[in-house]
């Protein structure tokens, strides 16, 4: 009995490294080389190609073109559909937040005016029901952005695929998040305010907003400082993990996502980042457009996330939203869009295809959901565009994707094809099945 039970362990064992062998040696999805032919290829820095094709091998672009050589890879037909480089939505609240009314599936905030050493990659979820979603659509990267406080920490580029957050991981930090303090008054009189207790005199208002300033200022200065002594710190010394965390973005490494709407704010914004000389985004920007020839001169580029809100004057016309991309385009700003809640990234190619009907060029609302993006991500050698080299990161569409009438077929991520799959088409086939009333 125990020779037998000893030649079982022993065929196990064999078992088992036979089993991780196979493992080790089998080649990983997406290391095929594909060949996908027959779409229209809009390559985005480049011509577009019609009947063109494109080859990817091991997870990248190794080929563009009308007639290439691909012995051995797998043909993929997409005749009369459109090829386009996997969107990249920036600073939204998807994989930090499921549902707004359960606390528990909120994640985008934390306590504290200065937390600069919050990683908002960290908390994304990678099981939320609001990715595979994005993902239907063409989005292939996201940004989770921070929010609470003043300096609410910095963010990282995510896919919309992979088992964990560190797998999904591309690239981190891409951004420092700054939320700029509101720059104008409230002239509301005592009497006419709902709450009195928080009411505050005009004084009171200027004073804080001149004390909130100065906060950013004594920050940023101590940062500086804490920076300089580092560089000339000849021995180890006890690290500070919030100054610590500063380091990058003070030597512009990556931007500080300014985040600002009013023009008030937006002007203050560009003066200080100009007089600090750092590597900044506007985000939000809904008045950019009345300051769009000092972004142009600093080369501030502007996340613009307020295509579809409504005009927040009375005396601006109905459409000013809708036109601020093209005003901000043609001064020399690079305009990216974003949606920024979580539940509407799918309709990220929808705020661009607004600005195109009111001004925006096509190529420049494509540029603003591709290359853009990636640029002040800082991945735009790997991703934005269809090029040889760059990661195979692609999204096939049955039209032009700036056409709501558009319908995304296929996704690569990584040069491996991601599922469509979400809870809208799950909800869509249940009740198409559902059994028929009977007379």
Request: net charge negative.
């Amino acid at each position: 009995m125990k020779a037998r039970f000893q030649i079982s362990i022993h065929r196990c064992q064999q078992a088992v490294l036979l089993g991780l062998f196979l493992i080790l040696t089998m080649p990983f999805a997406g290391a095929d080389s594909l060949l996908l032919t027959g779409a229209t290829v809009h390559t985005v820095t480049g011509a577009t190609i019609t009947n063109g094709q494109v080859l990817l091998e091991n997870g990248l672009i190794r080929a563009v073109g009308t007639a290439l050589e691909a012995t051995g890879a797998t043909r993929i037909d997409l005749a009369g559909q459109h090829l386009y480089p996997g969107m990249i939505a920036l600073n939204t609240e998807l994989g930090l937040l499921e549902i707004e009314g359960v606390r528990a599936t909120l994640d985008y905030a934390e306590v504290g005016d200065f937390t600069p050493d919050v990683e908002s990659w960290i908390a994304v979820n990678p099981d939320s029901e609001l990715i595979p979603v994005a993902r239907a659509n063409g989005v292939a990267y996201f940004e989770p952005a921070p929010q609470g406080g003043m300096v609410a920490g910095q963010s990282g580029l995510v896919a919309v695929s992979g088992w964990t957050s560190e797998d999904m991981v591309a690239k981190k930090p891409i951004a420092l998040h700054l939320y700029w303090p509101e720059m104008a008054l409230d002239t509301t009189p005592k009497d006419k305010v709902r709450n009195r207790d928080k009411w505050k005199s005009l004084e009171d208002q200027a004073k804080e907003r001149t004390e909130k300033l100065k906060d950013i200022d004594d920050f940023f200065a101590d940062a500086r400082a804490y920076a300089q002594a580092r560089d000339a710190a000849t021995n180890s010394t006890a690290l500070n993990p919030p100054w610590e965390a500063m380091r990058p973005f003070l030597r512009g490494d990556a931007p500080v996502a300014i985040h600002a709407d009013e023009f008030r704010q937006i002007a203050s914004a560009v003066e200080w980042a100009t007089t600090h000389r750092l590597k900044v985004t506007l985000v939000g920007g809904r008045d950019a457009w009345r300051l769009a020839d000092p972004l142009a001169t600093n080369h501030i580029p502007v996340v613009y996330q307020h295509t579809f809100t409504l005009p927040s004057r009375d005396t601006d016309a109905y459409n000013v939203q809708f036109k601020a991309p093209s005003i901000l385009q043609k001064a020399g700003v690079q305009v990216t869009f974003t949606t920024g809640g979580a539940t509407l990234v799918m309709n990220l190619p929808y705020e661009a295809a607004q600005a195109v009907a009111f001004g925006l060029p096509p190529d420049e609302a494509l540029r603003g959901l591709t290359l853009y993006p990636a640029q002040i991500a800082g991945v735009a050698d790997r991703l934005g565009s269809i090029e040889p080299g760059k990661e195979a990161t692609l999204f096939v569409a049955d039209g032009d994707i700036l056409d709501l009438r558009t319908h995304v077929r296929r996704l690569w991520v990584k040069g491996n094809e991601v599922s469509l799959e979400n809870r809208h088409t799950r909800l869509s086939e249940k009740y198409r099945n559902r059994p028929k009333p009977t007379r």
